[in-house]
């Protein structure tokens, strides 16, 4: 029997006491599915709370980067979380001394994940992060181990919870977004920073991470088009209805010949697609290779519960002796890729509010057409305080002629609100 695999947590929030309440209850499941024990040496916090589960047992450590340097800790559990401070601290100084380290930090990995891949691999050690993207779902592993011999064309998918719950209940119980978003705080959904979540980073540093992956290439964070969901009107939510449609805040990602595209914004969905069907604070995640075509990965995306499964899923693979690149290759080989605005044509959908006056709608379609883009259908509402509610459904388009288009409108002098406009992806 090999001797036992030593874990150091850092961070005792709901993930954190969810791994160590794993470990407890599962021990003697764990070592046989390992061949080893999987034993808890150290554990550190802000603070010696109640976190209703014993930890007596285990050294304290104040100080993060003290933990992540013990001599009794193999590997590094990091899950305190933010891009920068403490956890990007120790989680060196563990690769330095040393340790294997996973962790459920996103924010980190899509801001120094090169760094820190390369840093690994210098000192020969291994950095997990299955928790990081998608709570229970095992994408990370889908795709540097079971479609490891495909070419990725495409990645999408709606990652984070709080944002559909939102939208979810604005459809089902007909309510604003600021209602839906009161509603999701006070249910403890939403981050201390709830711009991380309806903004659509959280999301966007998770899709950062899986284009790294799927297309061999260096994180790059700052190349997301990135929108929340803010600007989602109940209006927009019952046109899409009526339309076929559900509003998703949807993260896709894929290379083109100008570079990587990658963008987390509102867009619709056919409401009979899988993601079109996915409710409340689910997560679901579309891979497309050349090889299997399709696959369609939907579960939890946070919890104590999921979250702290990925978490041991890591250290399992590390107890059992599975070495893998961070990304899925060698951090050396990934390449460095310009962003690119846009990627293939789509339709697109456009609500605006234009000034009630003869001609007005003539103006927006030569506008339009001037900049290449289509009309397919187009709907005008009940007029409101002299004020005509339209919304237009373009033909296939590139982003690029459509923002020229949207550049445009605000000239024609017939506009009494700025336009949304949301991509339409058939899925």
Same mark, same amino acid.
């Given at each position: 029997?090999?001797?036992?695999?030593?874990?150091?947590?850092?961070?005792?929030?709901?993930?954190?006491? *969810?791994?160590?309440?794993?470990?407890?209850?599962?021990? /003697?499941?764990?070592?046989?599915?390992?061949?080893?024990?999987?034993?808890?040496?150290?554990?550190? /916090? =802000?603070?010696?709370?109640? =976190?209703?589960?014993?930890?007596?047992?285990?050294?304290?450590?104040?100080?993060?980067?003290?933990?992540?340097? $013990?001599?009794?800790?193999?590997?590094?559990?990091?899950?305190?979380?933010?891009?920068?401070?403490?956890?990007?601290?120790?989680?060196?100084?563990?690769?330095?001394?040393?340790?294997?380290?996973?962790?459920?930090?996103?924010?980190? +990995?899509?801001?120094?994940?090169?760094?820190?891949?390369?840093?690994?691999?210098?000192?020969? $050690?291994?950095?997990?992060?299955?928790?990081?993207?998608?709570?229970?779902? #095992?994408?990370?592993?889908?795709?540097?181990?079971?479609?490891?011999?495909?070419?990725?064309?495409?990645?999408?998918?709606?990652?984070?919870?709080?944002?559909?719950?939102?939208?979810?209940?604005?459809? !089902?119980?007909?309510?604003?977004?600021?209602?839906?978003?009161?509603? /999701?705080?006070?249910?403890?959904?939403?981050?201390?920073?709830?711009?991380? @979540?309806?903004?659509?980073?959280?999301?966007?540093? &998770? +899709?950062?991470?899986?284009?790294?992956?799927?297309? *061999?290439?260096?994180?790059?964070?700052?190349?997301?088009?990135?929108?929340?969901?803010? =600007?989602?009107?109940?209006?927009?939510?019952?046109?899409?209805?009526?339309?076929?449609?559900?509003?998703?805040?949807?993260?896709?990602?894929?290379?083109? *010949? $100008?570079?990587?595209?990658?963008?987390?914004?509102?867009?619709?969905?056919?409401?009979?697609?899988?993601? %079109?069907?996915?409710?409340?604070?689910? !997560?679901?995640?579309?891979?497309?290779?050349?090889?299997?075509?399709?696959?369609?990965?939907? %579960?939890?995306?946070?919890?104590?519960? #999921?979250?702290?499964?990925?978490?041991?899923? @890591?250290?399992?693979?590390?107890?059992? *002796?599975?070495?893998?690149?961070?990304?899925?290759?060698?951090?050396?080989?990934?390449?460095?890729?310009?962003?690119? !605005?846009?990627?293939?044509?789509?339709?697109?959908?456009? =609500?605006?509010?234009?000034?009630? &006056? #003869?001609?007005?709608?003539?103006?927006?379609?030569?506008?339009?057409?001037?900049? %290449?883009?289509?009309?397919?259908?187009? $709907?005008?509402? @009940?007029?409101?305080?002299?004020? /005509?509610?339209?919304?237009?459904?373009?033909?296939?388009?590139?982003?690029?002629?459509? @923002?020229?288009?949207?550049?445009?409108?605000?000239?024609?002098?017939?506009?009494?609100?700025?336009?949304?406009?949301?991509?339409?992806?058939?899925?």
């Amino acid at each position: 029997m090999s001797d036992p695999l030593r874990l150091g947590i850092a961070g005792l929030g709901t993930v954190g006491v *969810g791994v160590v309440r794993i470990i407890r209850q599962k021990a /003697a499941q764990l070592e046989a599915r390992t061949g080893r024990k999987i034993v808890i040496s150290a554990v550190s /916090a =802000r603070s010696k709370k109640d =976190r209703g589960i014993p930890l007596d047992s285990y050294a304290w450590e104040d100080d993060p980067v003290k933990l992540a340097t $013990r001599d009794d800790v193999d590997v590094f559990v990091e899950l305190m979380g933010g891009a920068d401070g403490p956890a990007k601290a120790a989680t060196e100084a563990a690769l330095k001394a040393g340790k294997d380290v996973v962790t459920a930090n996103k924010a980190m +990995l899509a801001e120094h994940g090169q760094q820190l891949a390369l840093l690994a691999e210098s000192e020969d $050690r291994v950095l997990r992060f299955e928790a990081a993207v998608a709570g229970g779902i #095992p994408v990370i592993k889908a795709l540097t181990e079971g479609l490891a011999g495909n070419d990725i064309t495409r990645v999408m998918g709606v990652m984070n919870g709080s944002c559909n719950y939102i939208l979810t209940r604005m459809e !089902n119980a007909n309510l604003t977004y600021e209602e839906a978003f009161a509603e /999701a705080d006070g249910l403890g959904y939403l981050e201390a920073d709830p711009e991380l @979540d309806v903004g659509g980073i959280d999301a966007a540093h &998770k +899709l950062a991470l899986l284009a790294a992956i799927s297309f *061999g290439t260096q994180v790059k964070f700052d190349g997301v088009q990135l929108e929340g969901i803010g =600007r989602v009107t109940i209006e927009d939510i019952h046109q899409a209805a009526d339309m076929g449609y559900k509003i998703k805040l949807l993260g896709t990602a894929q290379m083109t *010949g $100008r570079g990587l595209v990658q963008s987390m914004t509102p867009c619709l969905v056919p409401a009979t697609s899988p993601l %079109g069907q996915l409710e409340g604070g689910t !997560n679901m995640v579309v891979l497309e290779g050349d090889h299997v075509g399709q696959i369609v990965l939907r %579960g939890a995306g946070a919890g104590e519960g #999921p979250t702290a499964s990925a978490v041991l899923s @890591d250290i399992i693979d590390i107890a059992r *002796g599975l070495r893998l690149p961070t990304f899925g290759q060698p951090a050396s080989t990934l390449k460095t890729t310009p962003s690119a !605005n846009s990627g293939s044509p789509a339709p697109f959908y456009l =609500r605006m509010t234009l000034h009630d &006056k #003869p001609g007005a709608l003539a103006k927006v379609a030569t506008c339009l057409g001037d900049a %290449g883009v289509s009309i397919h259908r187009m $709907r005008q509402y @009940d007029h409101l305080d002299d004020k /005509a509610p339209v919304l237009i459904v373009t033909h296939m388009t590139s982003r690029d002629a459509l @923002d020229e288009a949207l550049t445009k409108l605000p000239t024609t002098g017939v506009l009494a609100s700025d336009p949304v406009a949301l991509r339409i992806e058939e899925v």
